[in-house]
């Protein structure tokens, strides 16, 4: 079977297994068995199929699996988001649309070579940096939860690091495919653009006070520069400033601070001081309310979940128990309807999605395809650890989306080019093999 | 680059994995104690979709459920029929206030969760099956009809009435002063805040007959009396003599009425007239911790048992600095006073009823209970309580002379308001002072039967803040609730 003919399978196996989720959603929340699920199935269905096609019309040799992942990945979060909130479900539909949209487009655009965005690794670089800097911007930065992640323009939300971390990719794939003997070397005057570099890190991290995203574009850095020089050293060193930076930036930032006390100590067994009203409370009640009910909501889907559209999200009189559950904490909503079983599963779809795109970058023939695919399959990993294991208190709270899941336009349409950029490597990787 | 790529790889796919191990921990091995959690509302809506099981008097019911349908839920709300009545035992489960009484502690039970395994594996088919589940219903001992006349007799006094069945330790009556209405706990709450009696606070969620410490003035007398027969060093018929007054560590101690001495006269009589200088010397003669011995046997030093919430009943017995004390030396307590119910000796009606009921009992206390049987949904009884003996007090012999010179406070002593027609009664008094008029905690404990049988009540009564003695104030009370319960078809 071709490559295209099994990802046509695969997709309609995901299309099935999302077709029952969505239904049962949907069935528990009009109490009703009807069909009002059926437009939905097949919309999203039909969006991916288009993806399908347009796939196998400019690259019939990609890796088959890629597209399925992400489609059904989509479709659970879709499924979530729709469950929780239905209007935020529509949103999220039209959305998916505009991400198979640009899917397509970046397909057809980049078909014949991709290797062009080499040319324009700079501006990409710039453009990345600018984007991350967006938000705080007076006037154009919106802070939402203490942190600058948004961008509003008229009507229109946008979170700019969602983009800026695939230009970064890109443009630290053509720099250090260009540079990686010189920096092997280890000569300091070479180090410069990276100090520069960290500099920026750190320069965005105090602008947004946002851990999560400098974490993540820095954690990219790293890995991509151990693939082209092969000098642990190198990132050991790396860590080390990230770490320095970081603890001095601890004892400025207020955020940071709070943030890193939530995860130490999300209970206490007396009041200490809230930093929300300023008043005396257990810290369960104030500072780490949030991530203690997300908990809790996790504890309760035991291994088998309590089913979709069965887990408790609202008090008794119908207050919300957990603040931005279809962005941040998405994955405390799977993990209790879900189970230990379902969420687990969840996990490995995402496993799945790391390991063809680390093969994609394997077979790939040259460096800057290799570090291209490397760094966005590592950015995959890196964002989806840092973000549930933030609300799995692995590592302190912050607030990035859970790639393909998470409620958010700009999330779903960024992965999706992520999608198509893996897809244009593995298809050259395959060709120029045979 | 490859080799790099694959440790790369070998990181990012650790991560995920990372993922999947920490999601076990919380799902699996932190699942219990975070559901444990008193702010975990998940637990809480989930508790409310239970249909928690009834609890009932034997003939009526004093918390039902009322179903009601949010957000795509159905919500179990509690409703008690009988408003106040049995507040004090039966308590209230409620979202904003979480709960109290019997509500509380048998929250297992109402809720089903305490089953057996092949009943938890149904109720799992019947969760997977969308049912609610249903918790099992409580039956209680308790007398609904003495307890309306008891709440009715207590009136706008803080106090409390405690009535058991001796021979059994079954709980008649449970009344505390002022009550409240535990629908109203959840809905208007500022009704129940604006409660006002005869005290302050006027604190109606406290339950005065398990929480309410009190001086037990000459009703202590009781137990002064076991522990001097006990001794064997006194008997009925040992001779005092009374100059209206006692002396310890040279200060004087006066008679409730120092105006008219006794003069010569006996233990019993001395208990029959309450005559603080006979005791004062008992307890001097006996020292303070063989009275205290006398105590626990009774149960003091203990919270008394009975199903409803350990942190509602208050252990009885000596008190310094607002902890439960016993002595390490006879020096250390002033035995004297102590005797007859003063010193930092403080109790609760419950236990001053168990005194009542073991003196009445031929000298063995009964453990008290107030849940009847447990009855499953479908009707099949699940437990049923059996009576147990909690201690013998006092022996045989010594018990019925104790019983006889309580008998005889009743008949001619400063009990009289307690008589019955047609029943034997025995009791005793209490006026514990503060030397405030106005302020008296006063007390009546008793047991009732008919001529010839074991006492079939115990009880107690307790009032605070009262201008009158314990045989004008309290002892018409005790004799209202014991012939409501002796005599049913009197009270319709």
């Not at chain 1, 070479?190 to 500099?199: E, K, Q, S, T, V």
């Not at chain 2, 035992?89 to 089903?112: F, M």
């Not at chain 2, 002064?224 to 060093?233: D, G, I, M, Q, Y």
Request: glycine share 10%; charged share 15%; hydrophobic share 45%.
């Amino acid at each position: 079977m071709s490559a295209r003919n099994r990802e046509l399978v695969t997709l309609l196996l995901a299309g099935l297994v999302a077709s029952a989720a969505f239904a049962s959603a949907w069935i528990q929340s009009t109490s009703a068995i009807d069909y009002g699920w059926v437009p939905w199935a097949a919309l999203l269905g039909g969006v991916f199929v288009i993806a399908h096609i347009v796939t196998r019309a400019t690259v019939p040799h990609a890796d088959p699996t890629l597209l399925p992942l992400a489609a059904l990945l989509t479709a659970v979060g879709l499924t979530f988001v729709y469950r929780l909130d239905p209007t935020d479900g529509r949103k999220q539909l039209v959305w998916v649309a505009i991400g198979v949209a640009v899917y397509s487009l970046v397909l057809l655009w980049l078909r014949y070579d991709y290797r062009i965005l080499e040319r324009y690794k700079y501006l990409f670089g710039v453009s990345a940096i600018v984007l991350l800097m967006l938000p705080s911007v007076p006037g154009l930065g919106q802070r939402i939860n203490g942190v600058r992640l948004w961008v509003e323009i008229g009507p229109l939300q946008f979170q700019p690091g969602e983009v800026a971390k695939i230009f970064l990719v890109v443009f630290l794939a053509g720099y250090l495919r260009d540079k990686r003997e010189a920096l092997a070397q280890g000569r300091l005057k070479d180090f410069g653009p990276l100090l520069a570099i960290w500099g920026a890190a750190m320069l965005v991290l105090v602008q947004t006070s946002d851990l999560g995203s400098a974490l993540l574009n820095f954690g990219i850095f790293l890995a991509m520069l151990y693939v082209a020089t092969n000098r642990l050293s190198i990132v050991a060193a790396g860590l080390v400033l990230f770490a320095g930076g970081a603890a001095v930036l601890y004892n400025a930032l207020d955020r940071i601070q709070q943030r890193v006390t939530v995860w130490l100590e999300p209970w206490t067994d007396d009041k200490v001081y809230c930093t929300l009203n300023g008043a005396l409370e257990y810290r369960q009640n104030c500072d780490s309310y949030q991530l203690v009910k997300s908990l809790y909501s996790i504890a309760n889907g035991g291994y088998g979940g309590t089913g979709i559209g069965k887990g408790t999200f609202q008090t008794v009189d119908g207050t919300p128990l957990i603040p931005y559950l279809q962005t941040d904490f998405v994955y405390s909503a799977l993990a209790q309807e879900l189970g230990l079983i379902g969420v687990a599963a969840v996990l490995l779809l995402y496993l799945a999605v790391v390991a063809r795109g680390m093969r994609v970058a394997l077979i790939a023939q040259d460096g800057f395809s290799k570090l291209l695919a490397a760094g966005l399959s590592f950015g995959l990993a890196l964002q989806t650890f840092i973000i549930v294991g933030g609300v799995l208190r692995l590592v302190p709270l912050t607030g990035i989306t859970l790639p393909f899941v998470s409620y958010g336009g700009t999330s779903i349409v960024a992965n999706f080019a992520m999608v198509a950029l893996l897809l244009l490597v593995s298809n050259r990787a395959v060709v120029t093999a045979r | 680059m490859n080799p790099q790529l694959r440790r790369v790889a070998r990181t990012a796919m650790g991560l995920i994995i990372v993922l999947i191990v920490a999601t076990t921990y919380w799902q699996t091995w932190a699942r219990p104690g975070l559901a444990a959690r008193q702010d975990n509302e998940i637990q809480r809506v989930a508790e409310f979709q239970v249909r928690r099981g009834l609890i009932l008097a034997p003939a009526r019911v004093l918390a039902r459920n009322r179903a009601q349908k949010r957000g795509g839920k159905t919500f179990y709300f509690r409703r008690y029929p009988q408003g106040p009545l049995a507040a004090s035992v039966v308590g209230y489960s409620t979202i904003s206030r979480s709960r109290a009484g019997l509500e509380k502690s048998l929250n297992g039970i109402l809720t089903g969760t305490d089953r057996a395994l092949s009943d938890l594996v149904d109720q799992q088919l019947d969760h997977l099956t969308g049912k609610p589940i249903v918790g099992d219903t409580v039956v209680t001992t308790l007398d609904l009809q003495a307890q309306r006349v008891a709440l009715d007799a207590l009136g706008r006094n803080c106090g409390a009435v405690v009535a058991l069945d001796p021979r059994s330790g079954k709980l008649l009556v449970m009344a505390s002063s002022p009550t409240y209405n535990p629908n109203l706990v959840e809905e208007n709450f500022g009704q129940i805040d604006r409660i006002r009696a005869n005290c302050q606070p006027a604190a109606p969620l406290v339950n005065r007959a398990t929480q309410g410490l009190y001086a037990p003035g000459s009703t202590f007398k009781v137990v002064t009396a076991a522990a001097a027969l006990e001794s064997n060093r006194f008997d009925p018929d040992s001779n005092f003599y009374d100059p209206g007054y006692c002396t310890v560590y040279g200060k004087r101690v006066n008679n409730f009425d120092t105006s008219s001495p006794f003069g010569n006269l006996t233990l019993a009589q001395g208990l029959q007239h309450s005559v603080n200088s006979v005791f004062c010397n008992i307890g001097k003669a006996l020292g303070a911790r063989k009275i205290l011995e006398q105590a626990r046997k009774f149960g003091f030093y203990e919270r008394p048992p009975l199903e409803t919430p350990d942190v509602e009943r208050y252990p009885s017995g000596l008190y310094r600095n607002h902890d439960l004390w016993f002595p390490k030396r006879d020096q250390d307590v002033d035995a004297g006073r102590m005797a007859f119910g003063q010193e930092r000796m403080l109790v609760t009606p419950m236990q001053m009823a168990m005194v009542a009921g073991g003196i009445g009992n031929a000298g063995i206390v009964m453990r008290p209970y107030v849940v009847e049987k447990v009855v499953s949904p479908q009707g099949k009884t699940v437990s049923r309580t059996r009576r147990e003996r909690l201690s013998r007090a006092v022996g045989p012999v010594h018990a019925r002379e104790i019983e006889d010179m309580m008998v005889s406070v009743v008949q001619a002593g400063t009990g009289t308001a307690a008589q019955i027609p047609g029943f034997r009664v025995g009791g005793k008094t209490g006026t514990a002072e503060t030397g405030v008029p106005g302020r008296n905690t006063t007390w009546f404990i008793a047991f009732a039967g008919r001529e010839g049988r074991r006492p079939e009540v115990a009880i107690a009564v307790a009032l605070e803040n009262q201008y009158s003695t314990g045989g004008a104030t309290a002892a018409p009370i005790a004799r209202q609730v014991m012939e409501a319960l002796l005599r049913p078809a009197a009270n319709p």
